[in-house]
T-cell receptor
Framework: SQKIEQNSEALNIQEGKTATLTCNYT??????LQWYRQDPGRGPVFLLL?????KEKRKERLKVTFDTTLKQSLFHITASQPADSATYLCALDKENSGYALNFGKGTSLLVTP | NAGVTQTPKFRVLKTGQSMTLLCAQD?????MYWYRQDPGMGLRLIHYSVGEGTTAKGEVPDGYNVSRLKKQNFLLGLESAAPSQTSVYFC?????????????FGPGTRLTVT
């Protein structure tokens, strides 16, 4: 079955550094991959989508890479700020489910001043 | 534009009681979804709908029913609540087309079954 793995351990980094989060998947050939941000007590918010034929996507301080050979996506936040502290979810298209998503469990990021 | 709204925000039920969670979206989206989120489990798909009048089962459909009588609304019903259904429920919607699109999530409903 489709399996998505994200670092369960929280990532603590200092303000101004680059945060890198990892999403690995198995038993899967997704057509696209998405990253969401979730703050405590709130619903996920979409950040970026990258397609299987794209290697890299950028949006302001965010960058996503997608390596279909390694079955891995990396999510980078450059010049991180305390306001970037949140849980980040990786999601891939769910087979035969009308564009529903299969989510990873998320990685918690804490950016300290 | 309110986006995706969910009613109620919080609810406590006793085992065996029933309730309906309401999801509404004002973005004219074709697709709507219900997920549940539990600690250590991530978001799991309960049911989804690809259009008005159509619904389908997701990953964890047992104990839930859904209806999509109007395009903008997607209802999730619990006929006989069980403690295992204690969770945070999120509704989401997305547009349809030939490309891939992001999902818009509601604020969630926190349900406790005692």
């Amino acid at each position: 079955s489709q399996k998505i793995e994200q670092n369960s351990e929280a990532l603590n980094i200092q303000e101004g550094k680059t945060a890198t989060l990892t999403c690995n998947y198995t038993n899967y050939s997704p057509a696209y991959l998405q990253w969401y941000r979730q703050d405590p007590g709130r619903g996920p918010v979409f950040l970026l989508l990258i397609r299987e034929n794209e290697k890299e996507k950028r949006k302001e301080r965010l960058k996503v890479t997608f390596d279909t050979t390694l079955k891995q996506s990396l999510f980078h936040i450059t010049a991180s700020q305390p306001a970037d502290s949140a849980t980040y979810l990786c999601a891939l298209d769910k087979e035969n489910s009308g564009y529903a998503l299969n989510f990873g469990k998320g990685t918690s990021l804490l950016v300290t001043p | 534009n309110a986006g995706v709204t969910q009613t109620p925000k919080f609810r406590v039920l006793k085992t065996g009681q029933s309730m309906t969670l309401l999801c509404a979206q004002d973005m004219n989206h074709e697709y709507m979804y219900w997920y549940r989120q539990d600690p250590g489990m991530g978001l799991r798909l309960i049911h989804y709908s690809v259009g008005e009048g159509t619904t389908a089962k997701g990953e964890v459909p047992d104990g839930y029913n859904v209806s999509r009588l109007k395009k903008q609304n997607f209802l999730l019903g619990l006929e006989s609540a069980a403690p295992s259904q204690t969770s945070v429920y999120f509704c989401a919607s997305s547009t349809a087309g030939t490309d891939f699109y992001e999902q818009y999530f509601g604020p969630g409903t926190r349900l406790t079954v005692t």
